[in-house]
């Protein structure tokens, strides 16, 4: 059983920065696929960044040059840089991870822009 633990979130202001951490437990998370997701009020969940277990990364057009995905698989853990925020970034973002043929979620951790 995978458990994914998110946090990091909170209020910034336009134009700030947020780190959000995503901590895994279990075993073989260097061979899983990972990803942070977002939901804001009244919309579907979308993706904002994924990265491979070889390092690959892939971004949401909406958050390319602000936002950066990274892993540290001795810790088990995946991150998400966000800088240059706007409010149109709020919504809840959670932590997905992918051990084929299964996939977790976090429970979510709540991220709103607003001056």
């Known amino acids: 059983q995978v458990q994914l633990v998110e946090s990091g979130g909170g209020l910034v202001q336009p134009g700030g920065s947020l780190r959000l951490s995503c901590a895994a437990s279990?075993?073989?998370?260097?061979?899983?696929?990972m990803g942070w997701y977002r939901q804001a009020p009244g919309k579907q969940r979308e993706l904002v960044a994924t990265?491979?277990?070889?390092?690959?990364?892939n971004y949401a057009e909406s958050v390319k040059g602000r936002f950066t995905i990274s892993r540290d698989n001795a810790k088990n853990a995946v991150y998400l840089q966000m800088n240059s925020l706007k409010p149109e970034d709020t919504a809840v973002y959670y932590c997905n991870a992918v051990f084929s043929p299964y996939v977790y979620w976090g429970q979510g951790t709540q991220v709103t822009v607003s001056s």
């Open positions: 279990g075993s073989g998370f260097s061979r899983s696929a």
């Open positions: 990265i491979s277990s070889g390092n690959n990364k």
